[in-house]
């Protein structure tokens, strides 16, 4: 009966056949180790006018795609009202500034003149007063003056007294605080007011403060403006920024100086090159992304790139040359320790390897493995690869 059971698993082993695989080989060259991303591209320098008060456009002297020069007058906003609130603003100061100076000299002068009229007749009245009394004690010694005469003449005095009194703290301290602080306000409010609407006039003749383009023109000559409304955007478009959005695990592979590539849909035969110029500081959310968002400056003196456009945005985060590759897929982990397969006379042997840098389609073999090794890949089949196993390569 062992016989029998013996002959019975021998056609079993004798179907057992090499496990068919395909196969890659170590190479030298170049490895990127990227993150690959999106961004957004805006100019360096960028300039945004808008309209400082409702009104209408009177003059629109460029249309958008314009190169324009610095100082050039651009667009003319009908500035009518806002010169009339400039005058009026003018001539509440003058009477701010007038009203100021009285207070530094205690009146207007014909109110000066008054109060020096006021105090000399106070003054003779005072003296008057101080004669009668005098004259009044000296009778009333000699019995020719009742006391009732000399009260009367004492309560003259005092009452011509705090005449004078009155006068001189008038001329002395003309207005008080509040009456000062009250001025002052007028003063700043009227200062602040022609201060704005000379700051309106001048936004209401739009000029280009630099060299560059005309990217940005949403209003047509004649159209009626809201405060704020965006009038035009001009750039200068030899320099873009681009500003790229990594998603949060990434974040932590990006240092200031690391190399970018920036490509754009509309020109697929086109690359930008730049280098990052901040790494983010912070995480937002984008859409259904956390991000951080980092800069770079590129290049862009054909002004082929144009500002507002989606781009497509290749960080750079280590580069190696001249270094041991071979395909992401034939390295495999074993608690976190990369091996391959070796293939060698048509045997699979594990080797353990030290791997470094790594993208999508390959792995950089630090050591373990020599140049042109043959290693398997995935097999042909359901049979797994085991060390020992005899392969057969298949394209």
């Given at each position: 009966m062992g016989?029998?059971?013996?002959?019975?698993?021998?056609?079993?082993?004798?179907?057992?056949?090499?496990?068919?695989?395909?196969?890659?080989?170590?190479?030298?060259?170049?490895?990127?180790?990227?993150?690959?991303?999106?961004?957004?591209?805006?100019?360096?320098?960028?300039?945004?006018?808008?309209?400082?008060?409702?009104?209408?456009?009177?003059?629109?002297?460029?249309?958008?795609?314009?190169?324009?020069?610095?100082?050039?007058?651009?667009?003319?906003?009908?500035?009518?009202?806002?010169?009339?609130?400039?005058?009026?603003?003018?001539?509440?100061?003058?009477?701010a500034q007038a009203n100021d100076a009285d207070l530094s000299t205690g009146g207007t002068r014909e109110e000066m003149l008054t109060l020096d009229s006021q105090l000399i007749k106070a003054h003779a009245a005072r003296d008057a007063a101080q004669r009668n009394l005098d004259a009044l004690r000296r009778l009333s010694q000699q019995g020719a003056a009742s006391a009732g005469e000399v009260k009367q003449a004492e309560d003259d005095l005092q009452r011509t007294q705090a005449d004078v009194t009155l006068l001189e703290q008038k001329k002395k301290d003309r207005y008080s605080q509040p009456e000062v602080a009250k001025v002052q306000a007028q003063g700043a409010e009227a200062q602040a007011a022609f201060d704005a609407a000379e700051n309106a006039l001048q936004k209401s003749s739009v000029r280009a403060?630099?060299?560059?383009?005309?990217?940005?023109?949403?209003?047509?000559?004649?159209?009626y403006v809201q405060t704020g409304d965006l009038l035009l955007q001009v750039g200068d478009l030899s320099q873009m920024l681009v500003r790229t959005f990594v998603d949060e695990p990434d974040i932590g592979r990006l240092a200031p100086g690391q190399k970018i590539e920036v490509t754009w849909d509309a020109l697929p035969d086109r690359v930008w090159?730049?280098?990052?110029?901040?790494?983010?500081?912070?995480?937002?959310?984008?859409?259904?992304?956390?991000?951080?968002?980092?800069?770079?400056?590129?290049?862009?003196?054909?002004?082929?790139?144009?500002?507002?456009?989606?781009?497509?945005?290749?960080?750079?985060?280590?580069?190696?040359?001249?270094?041991?590759?071979?395909?992401?897929?034939?390295?495999?982990?074993?608690?976190?320790?990369?091996?391959?397969?070796?293939?060698?006379?048509?045997?699979?042997?594990?080797?353990?390897?030290?791997?470094?840098?790594?993208?999508?389609?390959?792995?950089?073999?630090?050591?373990?493995?020599?140049?042109?090794?043959?290693?398997?890949?995935?097999?042909?089949?359901?049979?797994?690869?085991?060390d020992g196993a005899r392969v057969k390569v298949v394209p």
């Amino acid at each position: 009966m062992g016989v029998v059971a013996a002959l019975a698993l021998v056609p079993v082993f004798i179907r057992q056949g090499p496990i068919r695989i395909r196969t890659t080989t170590v190479e030298r060259g170049s490895i990127r180790s990227l993150i690959s991303t999106n961004g957004k591209v805006e100019p360096i320098r960028n300039f945004e006018a808008h309209s400082p008060v409702p009104t209408v456009v009177r003059r629109l002297l460029v249309k958008e795609g314009d190169h324009v020069r610095r100082g050039q007058l651009l667009l003319q906003l009908d500035d009518g009202d806002l010169r009339s609130q400039a005058a009026r603003a003018q001539a509440q100061m003058k009477a701010a500034q007038a009203n100021d100076a009285d207070l530094s000299t205690g009146g207007t002068r014909e109110e000066m003149l008054t109060l020096d009229s006021q105090l000399i007749k106070a003054h003779a009245a005072r003296d008057a007063a101080q004669r009668n009394l005098d004259a009044l004690r000296r009778l009333s010694q000699q019995g020719a003056a009742s006391a009732g005469e000399v009260k009367q003449a004492e309560d003259d005095l005092q009452r011509t007294q705090a005449d004078v009194t009155l006068l001189e703290q008038k001329k002395k301290d003309r207005y008080s605080q509040p009456e000062v602080a009250k001025v002052q306000a007028q003063g700043a409010e009227a200062q602040a007011a022609f201060d704005a609407a000379e700051n309106a006039l001048q936004k209401s003749s739009v000029r280009a403060p630099f060299d560059g383009v005309v990217y940005t023109l949403p209003v047509k000559q004649g159209a009626y403006v809201q405060t704020g409304d965006l009038l035009l955007q001009v750039g200068d478009l030899s320099q873009m920024l681009v500003r790229t959005f990594v998603d949060e695990p990434d974040i932590g592979r990006l240092a200031p100086g690391q190399k970018i590539e920036v490509t754009w849909d509309a020109l697929p035969d086109r690359v930008w090159k730049g280098s990052v110029s901040t790494i983010p500081a912070t995480v937002k959310l984008r859409g259904s992304r956390n991000v951080g968002e980092v800069t770079c400056t590129v290049d862009n003196h054909d002004l082929r790139l144009l500002p507002n456009v989606n781009v497509g945005v290749t960080v750079i985060t280590a580069e190696r040359s001249q270094v041991l590759t071979v395909r992401r897929e034939a390295v495999r982990m074993d608690d976190a320790k990369p091996y391959v397969y070796q293939v060698e006379d048509g045997v699979l042997k594990r080797r353990e390897v030290q791997v470094s840098l790594q993208n999508l389609t390959r792995v950089e073999i630090a050591s373990g493995l020599p140049e042109n090794a043959v290693v398997a890949l995935a097999p042909v089949g359901p049979k797994p690869l085991t060390d020992g196993a005899r392969v057969k390569v298949v394209p």
